[in-house]
Every structure is written in C-alpha cells, then in structure tokens.
C-alpha cells in the first residue's frame, strides 16, 4: 500500500510511492545525478475516466523540492 504523504500540487495527504527503475534512469538524466532514491512520485488519481495521475516528485524530507513542479511522464 502506498504511503499517504502531503503533495504539494494536490495541497493535500496522497499516496506515493518510490520511483521504478525506468522513472529513477529518467530522473537521473534530467537532473544530471547519480542516485535519486529519496525522491517519492504521487500517485492520486485526477480523473476517474483516464485514470490520470498526478506524478508530480518529492522528497522524504522536502515537499517540493523544485522550484516549479516537476511530474515525472509516462514511461515505457
């Protein structure tokens, strides 16, 4: 079960989860570091019908750790 934890975007207790594999390569790319394991992705739903996701990042620690909100996108 994911861990309810406050998202900033979504102003309230969401559940997120830690990055798979292919999120964490992306993210390393993006932000040009070697490790990016603290960083924990919301999964609260926006829209029944597409079953949208938030995805926007945040630390254990940092609420928003960017300063404009970063969602990690759709991989394959």
């Known amino acids: 079960m994911p861990k309810l934890?406050?998202?900033f975007t979504c102003d309230a207790d969401q559940p997120h989860r830690?990055?798979?594999r292919a999120e964490e390569d992306w993210?390393?790319?993006r932000l040009g570091r070697a490790s990016v394991r603290e960083f924990l992705m919301c999964e609260a739903?926006?829209?029944s019908e597409t079953k949208k996701q938030c995805r926007n990042?945040?630390?254990g620690m940092n609420k928003k750790p960017f300063a404009?909100?970063?969602r990690v996108?759709?991989?394959?």
Do not use: A, G, I, V
């Not at 996108?73 to 394959?76: E, G």
């Open 57 to 59: 990042l945040r630390t």
């Open 73 to 76: 996108p759709l991989l394959d």
């Open 5 to 7: 934890t406050y998202c």
């Open 27 to 29: 993210l390393k790319e």
């Open 68 to 70: 404009r909100s970063m």
């Open 45 to 47: 739903e926006l829209d």
């Open 18 to 20: 830690p990055l798979s």
